[in-house]
């Protein structure tokens, strides 16, 4: 991931996610923002380590991404097989959705449905859980799956940390958590959110 664009977006996340680190620790949204490991490149997977080089953890009240285990090392990713039986070809789950988990049972469990990373062709994608089982069962027929990027670095810059946040909670969430606002409190009247907020107050969504 070399090319002048990919070096421009993966400049961006770095700025971005500097000025949400500064932003969170001035107001006190809620999220988090843990800053990443060192990783070494992977050949296979072409900006990804390059990627997870810049985000470490970051979650707020809908979503928590972080690197996959798999990516970690060449060992790890060598390590990593293919399922036969997986009619989407074992994809990388980059992060999962939190609104369904209890905020008191999330420190338990990694996560709610996938957001995935195609090893193939780099693409992340989501795909609802049902359409997922339903592809094992019957792994000829067509199912619907929406493509949200078509590379990592894009995904983050974009989707997560960028304009198109709030269509990323309709798409998995549906428009109604989208558009929840707060009824209660000194922020009644704003995205119930935490992490759209922040976004807000950095002037990187709306």
Do not use: C
């Not at 070399?2 to 969170?24: F, N």
């Not at 399922?83 to 338990?108: A, C, T």
């Not at 792994?139 to 929406?146: F, H, K, R, S």
């Not at 949200?148 to 940390?161: E, G, I, M, S, Y």
Request: a negative charge.
């Amino acid at each position: 991931m070399s090319s002048p664009d990919a070096i421009g977006v993966l400049a961006e996340i770095r700025d971005k996610l500097a000025l949400l680190t500064r932003l969170e620790a001035e107001h006190g949204f809620g999220v988090v923002i843990e800053g990443p490991t060192p990783l070494e490149p992977l050949p296979d997977l072409p900006g990804v380590a390059e990627v997870y080089g810049l985000v470490g953890r970051v979650e707020g009240d809908n979503f928590r991404f972080r690197p996959p285990e798999e990516i970690t090392s060449p060992a790890a990713w060598s390590a990593y097989t293919v399922d036969p039986d997986d009619p989407m070809g074992s994809p990388l789950p980059i992060g999962h959705e939190v609104w369904s988990i209890p905020k008191g049972l999330r420190s338990e469990i990694p996560g709610g449905a996938a957001i995935f990373l195609d090893i193939e062709d780099l693409e992340v994608y989501w795909m609802e859980p049902d359409a997922y089982m339903f592809q094992y069962e019957h792994p000829d027929d067509d199912v619907e799956y929406t493509v949200l990027a078509p590379d990592l670095a894009t995904f983050f810059n974009d989707w997560v940390l960028g304009p198109s946040y709030p269509d990323l909670v309709a798409t998995v969430l549906g428009p109604g958590v989208r558009d929840r606002r707060l009824r209660k409190g000194r922020h009644a009247g704003e995205y119930a959110d935490n992490w759209r907020r922040l976004l807000i107050t950095a002037g990187l969504s709306s």
